[in-house]
Nanobody
Framework: QVQLVESGGGLVQPGGSLRISCVASGFTFSVYAMSWYRQAPGKERELVAS????????NYADSVKGRFTISRDNAKNTVYLQMNSLKPEDTAVYYC???????WGQGTLVTVSS
């Protein structure tokens, strides 16, 4: 059974940093590209960042370029999203997404507020 479990969300002040994680199971993690999406209150879900199976190729939304970094550890079946210089508009539920199997995690809430 393909499963994605996110963790690491929380409350952080503007300008702060946070790293969220997504642990995958039920498939050969190292073979597939992974992505992070987010959904803010009242808005549609949007792509934040994506990463190839090897980790060599990445893609970022313009709104997070230079602040967020997606990475993966294939030995740990985990994909990460390092978020720096956080802004209130980054507040959202962040979802891990497995493109090939069209599978979502349950989400982790990130709140940026003073």
């Amino acid at each position: 059974q393909v499963q994605l479990v996110e963790s690491g969300g929380g409350l952080v002040q503007p300008g702060g940093s946070l790293r969220i994680s997504c642990v995958a199971s039920g498939f050969t993690f190292s073979v597939y590209a992974m992505s992070w999406y987010r959904q803010a209150p009242g808005k549609e879900r949007e792509l934040v960042a994506s990463l190839s199976s090897t980790g060599r190729n990445t893609n970022y939304a313009d709104s997070v370029k230079g602040r967020f970094t997606i990475s993966r550890d294939n030995a740990k079946n985990t994909v990460y999203l390092q978020m720096n210089s956080l802004k209130p508009e980054d507040t959202a539920v962040y979802y891990c997404y497995l493109n090939y199997f069209n599978t979502w995690g349950q989400g982790t809430l990130v709140t940026v507020s003073s």
